[in-house]
Each structure stands twice: as C-alpha cells, then as structure tokens.
C-alpha cells in the first residue's frame, strides 16, 4: 500500500501484505537511488505487516525534507513507491 500518511512528518506507515512465507525487504532510498533506511530484512510470515519510518537512516542520523522511495521486495514480488518527508 502507499504510505500513510504521504506527505509525513515526523512518521509515516507502510502497510503491506506477503502472500508467502519468506525473506522480505522493506528499504528506504534517497532520490539518487542511494540507501538510507533498512526498515524490514527478515523472514515474514505470509498475512498484512506493518512498518514505521521516522526519516532517520541506519545511523539514527535526521534526514532532510524530500522525496524518497520504498522498495519492497519479497519472493516473486517487487514494488517501489514515492514519499514525501516535510519538516
């Protein structure tokens, strides 16, 4: 699902679903396509998850305002949505 809510601040939600059980990922990129975040590496069971991002990278370091994209990838599916961070 998109992000709630889109634009965010200080927190958005990514709500998804895996059909399967298996590995996902769940990682935030800056618009040069560099990763920030890793928000979900792991074995998911199959059913509708959750994850919260608070514009912060791995470091734990503040963003700055902008567009980034969500790439979730589990096995057989990928996806890549757009948000908005506004301070």
Same mark, same amino acid.
């Given at each position: @699902?998109?992000?709630?809510?889109?634009?965010?601040?200080?927190?958005?939600?990514?709500?998804?679903?895996?059909v399967?059980? !298996?590995?996902?990922?769940?990682?935030v990129?800056?618009?040069?396509?560099?990763?920030?975040s890793?928000?979900?590496?792991?074995?998911?069971?199959?059913?509708?998850?959750?994850?919260?991002?608070? !514009?912060?990278?791995?470091? !734990?370091?503040?963003?700055?305002?902008?567009?980034?994209?969500? @790439?979730?990838? @589990?096995?057989?599916?990928?996806?890549?949505?757009?948000?908005?961070?506004?301070?």
């Amino acid at each position: @699902s998109q992000n709630y809510p889109n634009p965010f601040n200080p927190t958005t939600r990514i709500d998804y679903s895996v059909v399967s059980d !298996g590995h996902v990922t769940l990682n935030v990129y800056d618009i040069t396509g560099r990763l920030v975040s890793t928000l979900v590496d792991g074995y998911i069971e199959s059913g509708y998850h959750s994850a919260i991002w608070s !514009g912060m990278d791995n470091n !734990g370091v503040q963003l700055s305002s902008g567009v980034y994209l969500y @790439s979730l990838q @589990s096995e057989g599916s990928n996806m890549t949505r757009k948000m908005i961070y506004m301070k």
